[in-house]
Nanobody
């Protein structure tokens, strides 16, 4: 089992920056990637960003590319999401997730590829 704890969510104004953190504990030695997803009210959960754990690959949704940056600290089993130039449409609950198994046609951008999820942290961007 892997436990995930997100932090850093807040109420900010459009144009502001925010950094989310996600600390993993438990059986983290089987981590293939860590990712961030978000879910706005009335919408489905969507991919935001992901980072492969052993390599340097990162992945971003088009909607956040150039504004958000995912980074990780393997020694601390922690992944970060630096969010700049925030927009009201970024308002959502942000979830951290761990991919703990290899899968065929792995992209790290789909919900089904992730095995463990955090409880989420609320990000609200006012206009």
């Amino acid at each position: 089992q892997v436990q995930l704890v997100e932090s850093g969510g807040a109420l900010v104004q459009a144009g502001d920056s925010l950094r989310l953190s996600c600390a993993a504990s438990g059986r983290t030695f089987k981590t293939y990637a860590m990712g961030w997803f978000r879910q706005a009210p009335g919408k489905e959960r969507e991919f935001v960003a992901a980072a492969s754990w052993s390599g340097g690959s990162t992945y971003y949704a088009d909607s956040v590319k150039g504004r958000f940056t995912i980074s990780k600290d393997n020694a601390k089993n922690t992944v970060y999401l630096q969010m700049n130039s925030l927009k009201p449409e970024d308002t959502a609950v942000y979830y951290c997730a761990v991919c703990a198994a290899a899968r065929t046609f792995q992209t790290y951008t789909r919900l089904v590829e992730y095995d463990y999820w955090g409880q989420g942290t609320q990000v609200t961007v006012s206009s």
